[in-house]
């Protein structure tokens, strides 16, 4: 697989993967061996991006992680995420104090079983905490060795700012997709200015841009998506044209909608890496592919201009989780 460099010099290949789902949040975790074997089939095909979190599980993601790549840890760049206090195995609020920092840093690296953190994202701005204290917190632990590059994770252009004038911020992990184009407004031209790399998560629209879902699927009952304004049944119905607009250029291009919908991604900077999420090697395979899909400046126009023909019906959070996103 090609390879594309973020911030800082950090190179990874152009798509990584989103590992959340293996563990957490889309209902019954799939067995925990035919992950690994998924996991090692990504790398195989070319993939060296892996994205992870503590909250996922909690723990149970970068646990996995950590059995999956512990032989072959050096030929990887693993990504992981502080900033959430967990309680009772749940996460209850935001929490980015120096010490807790810390203490996530020293778990996450049994966990993985690594010596360093490759990027480590603050995964919520955290309001009572200024963000030059955690930016310094994590310089600190670039300069003992125990992290390469700090991240943040759906932070606003401020921030951005703030953060990366005291630690050079590498990467910002931040929904982004041809129906969530939000950072295109001020997070995107921040970064092209700052030289900051670009890691869309969701990149699929959390699977409704593949085509597979309609107003009609019914998600398990553990499925985060059941909580989620844009995956009511009014919402997908209306949001199907979109869907059926990507899927009518995939056909003529002889390629899947999430092709489409990846390539595109691929295709609006050169430092920008999706990192989709599968527990599926056909899944896996089908995205690795997009990243050989090549669109004309005529088929990127007619993609654009499909997807802002389309009002997106649903907030993408509920009113809880979007007030913990600092824009």
Not at 171 to 191: D, F, G, H, K, N
Request: net charge negative; with cysteine.
């Amino acid at each position: 697989m090609q390879k594309r460099t973020l911030g800082n010099g950090l190179e990874v290949s152009a798509l990584g993967l989103g590992c959340m789902g293996m563990s957490f949040a889309y209902g019954i975790a799939p067995d925990p061996r035919e992950m690994i074997s998924l996991l090692h089939a990504a790398v195989e095909r070319g993939v060296t991006f892996f994205d992870t979190a503590e909250v996922y599980g909690p723990f149970a993601n970068e646990l996995l992680l950590g059995e999956a790549f512990a032989p072959i840890r050096d030929r990887l760049v693993i990504a992981t995420k502080f900033g959430f206090r967990i309680e009772d195995g749940k996460q209850n609020g935001v929490d980015s104090r120096p010490d807790h920092i810390r203490a996530v840093a020293e778990a996450s690296l049994k966990r993985l079983k690594t010596d360093v953190i490759d990027l480590f994202y603050q995964h919520r701005v955290d309001p009572n905490v200024p963000i030059e204290d955690v930016a310094g917190t994590v310089g600190d632990l670039i300069r003992e060795g125990k992290v390469k590059h700090f991240g943040l994770s759906e932070a606003g252009a401020v921030t951005i700012r703030r953060a990366h004038a005291v630690q050079p911020v590498a990467a910002v992990q931040s929904e982004y997709s041809l129906w969530w184009r939000e950072p295109e407004a001020e997070i995107l031209p921040t970064l092209e200015e700052l030289g900051i790399g670009f890691v869309p998560f969701s990149p699929l629209g959390r699977g409704f841009l593949t085509g597979k879902i309609d107003a009609d699927t019914k998600f398990e009952s553990g499925d985060f998506r059941n909580s989620l304004p844009r995956f009511s049944e009014q919402a997908r119905a209306a949001n199907q044209r979109l869907v059926d607009l990507i899927a009518a250029i995939a056909k003529r291009k002889l390629v899947s909608p999430a092709q489409i919908a990846l390539a595109w991604l691929l295709a609006q900077k050169p430092w920008i890496v999706p990192i989709p999420g599968t527990t599926k090697l056909n899944r896996l395979e089908e995205n690795i592919r997009a990243a050989s899909v090549e669109l004309s400046a005529a088929d990127l126009t007619e993609i654009g201009q499909a997807a802002d023909s389309v009002t997106i019906e649903g907030a993408r959070y509920s009113a809880a989780t979007q007030a913990m996103i600092n824009r």
